[in-house]
Nanobody, 121 residues
Framework: QVQLVESGGGLVQPGGSLRLSCAASGRLFSIGNMGWYRQAPEKQRESVAGITSNGRTNYADSVKGRFTISRDNAKNTVYLQMNSLKPEDTAVYYC???????????????WGKGTLVTVSS
């Protein structure tokens, strides 16, 4: 079964750091764009960062200079290093990726179930 599984969320104090991971599993031909989204209570889901298959990145203005997205294609994994965390970063963080499925490698968009990040003293 093809799926995305996030890990690394938790409680951290303001100014602290966390690293989120998201691994794609199952029979895959390829992985295209990957990214992280977040949804705070009573707010819409928003894009945080994205990375293409060849490593080009983009970030939301609110996280530029603090968050870094990266990927390890050998491990089918995308990471989000979050530094200088603020209370307003509190949200459920979701992984998103275009996964190439058999038999023809057609790209299908998948979401993970999310991991909670809480920034509080």
């Amino acid at each position: 079964q093809v799926q995305l599984v996030e890990s690394g969320g938790g409680l951290v104090q303001p100014g602290g750091s966390l690293r989120l991971s998201c691994a794609a599993s199952g029979r895959l031909f390829s992985i295209g764009n990957m990214g992280w989204y977040r949804q705070a209570p009573e707010k819409q889901r928003e894009s945080v960062a994205g990375i293409t298959s060849n490593g080009r990145t983009n970030y939301a203005d609110s996280v530029k200079g603090r968050f870094t997205i990266s990927r390890d294609n050998a491990k089918n994994t995308v990471y989000l290093q979050m530094n200088s965390l603020k209370p307003e970063d509190t949200a459920v963080y979701y992984c998103n990726a275009d996964l190439g499925l058999p038999p023809l490698g057609q790209l299908v968009n998948y979401w993970g179930k999310g991991t909670l990040v809480t920034v509080s003293s």
